[in-house]
């Protein structure tokens, strides 16, 4: 079978039922949710560091149980697209090329930061869904319950933060 460009050679042909282009779309798509998820963690965390105001215990606590759930979360997404036979991106040039997550510029006050996290959040979920089809008609389940767990969560905590919102 002929191998495409974005696959590496490697030692042994992989042979689980998914062909090499489905393999390398879903990878594909896998690369820019790791980007998205990594970039919203690190965003996630600078807003637990620099968060002021009268809501900053609330905030710093609620954001460090964010940036914690993110950081578990990429480390899934990257071994699947080590099991689907490709490289998982992991530099920060990689993240910043592939990630469609708007990145804050200086220290925004506490309520920006929440509507900079929903957007961030939602910007995850579209991402997510926009590769679930691509994994459904390729038979890719692993990948199918990883959008699916993934989706749970940024559109819950999209939720939780779009409150904070109201008046
Ligand atoms: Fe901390």
């Excluded at 798509?29 to 690190?42: F, K, N, P, V, W």
């Excluded at 002021?52 to 940036?67: D, I, S």
């Excluded at 997550?101 to 926009?130: F, W």
């Excluded at 389940?141 to 993934?150: E, K, M, S, V, Y």
Aim: hydrophobic share 45%; glycine share 6%.
């Amino acid at each position: 079978m002929a191998k495409t460009k974005a696959e590496p050679q490697t030692g042994s042909m992989i042979d689980i039922g998914i062909g090499t282009k489905d393999r390398a779309k879903i990878v594909e798509g896998l690369s820019h949710l790791l980007a998205d998820t990594y970039t919203l963690y690190l965003m996630t965390h600078n807003f637990h560091w620099n968060v002021t105001g009268p809501m900053f215990n609330t905030l710093h606590l609620m954001f460090m149980t964010q940036y914690t759930e993110l950081w578990n979360a990429v480390d899934p997404i990257a071994e699947r697209v080590r099991a689907l036979g490709h490289p998982a991106p992991g530099t920060y040039a990689q993240f910043a090329a592939l990630s469609r997550i708007k990145e804050p510029e200086g220290v925004p006050k506490a309520l920006d930061m929440v509507q900079m996290l929903v957007k961030g959040h939602e910007t995850v979920a579209k991402t997510a869904r926009s590769l679930f089809p691509v994994a459904e008609s390729a038979g890719d389940q692993p990948t199918a319950d990883l959008l699916t767990q993934r989706l749970n969560v940024h559109e819950k905590t999209a939720w939780m933060l779009r409150v904070l919102l109201e008046n």
